[in-house]
């Protein structure tokens, strides 16, 4: 059997495993398949919100929001940002970091100016800090080099 038919058994038996639908879509995109990939975070993400994993599906929510801004599709990564950020409780320290490096990358200020707020306050609850010192180093302004 092919790597592509063992994960499919393999998600179609376990389809809360994150660790599967990532090695997965790992598989498809190092095959030049990332619109596959992509759908495939988006499948495991879905079944992980159902089996109530927030953190996991938070993991792939923000995996599929990178490729999607690596893939140059904003919209999609933004709903998949969005998504991490849902399930992760609002605070999911990647997706805010991945999400303010996409605005950033596209050169909406007003958007990465909330971002890192946001991110900044999640940072600071993490550390037990109202902010912590070396949060964007980097993390770019817009426009800048």
Do not use: M
């Not at 809360?16 to 759908?39: I, N, T, V």
């Not at 999911?92 to 306050?121: F, M």
């Not at 940072?123 to 817009?142: C, D, R, Y």
């Amino acid at each position: 059997a092919t790597a592509r038919t063992l994960h499919a058994r393999g998600a179609a038996a376990l389809p809360q495993s994150a660790r599967l639908w990532a090695a997965w879509a790992s598989q498809e995109d190092d095959d030049g398949d990332s619109d596959g990939a992509r759908e495939l975070l988006v499948r495991g993400a879905q079944a992980c919100c159902e089996a109530n994993d927030g953190k996991a599906a938070a993991r792939l929510w923000t995996s599929a929001g990178l490729l999607a801004a690596r893939d140059g599709y904003a919209v999609e990564a933004r709903a998949a940002f969005r998504g991490a950020l849902e399930a992760g409780g609002g605070e999911y320290v990647p997706a805010l970091r991945g999400w303010a490096q996409l605005e950033s990358d596209c050169g909406n200020g007003r958007r990465w100016k909330k971002l890192k707020k946001q991110l900044s306050a999640a940072l600071g609850a993490q550390h037990g800090e109202a902010k912590s010192p070396v949060i964007f180093k980097k993390l770019a302004a817009p426009g800048s080099p």
